[in-house]
């Protein structure tokens, strides 16, 4: 009898754990997103990994633009200077886009906790490449290209959260 009342309890422990990671893999957060409770390893290595993306190749850039959000549709929070996506509730980690009025697109740059963090790249609307860099906690951070509408470089600069390096 007591060996059954153990496999009983035992059964009991393995549904509620069971229950828990159905509750945790129904969640609303998206794989990968950064909320409060995320650690800055997790965050730092994100960061990496989306830095070292291409965005001068124009098949990845096809590839992320689906997902992207639209930059002008992100509601920002004026207090944190986060951003989210329209309705959400956490800061909005992932690609957001920007497109000229032509319809060719603007800008493609990646957020992470609701800042801009990793590369960023803008286009003329020629579809030329205008600039390419990278910000830091939304502030500009690393080597920064810039094009004229010819496709000619123009600049380089090298930034240091927003304080331009000579």
Known sequence: MEQIKTLHMNHLIFL????????NACSDKPTGSNDED??????EQLLKKVSEIDLSDAEIVRELLPDAAMFDNLEWNSTTGKARAPGGKAPHTGWAKGMHPNGSLLGLGHFIDGKENGPCFFWHPNGTKNQQGGFLESKRHGLWI?????????????????????
């Open 16 to 23: 509620g754990l069971a229950g828990l990671l159905l509750l």
């Open 146 to 166: 810039h094009w004229d509408e010819s496709g000619k470089e123009t600049k380089r600069e090298n930034w240091d959260e927003d304080v331009l390096v000579k």
């Open 38 to 43: 995320s650690s800055a390893g997790t965050r």
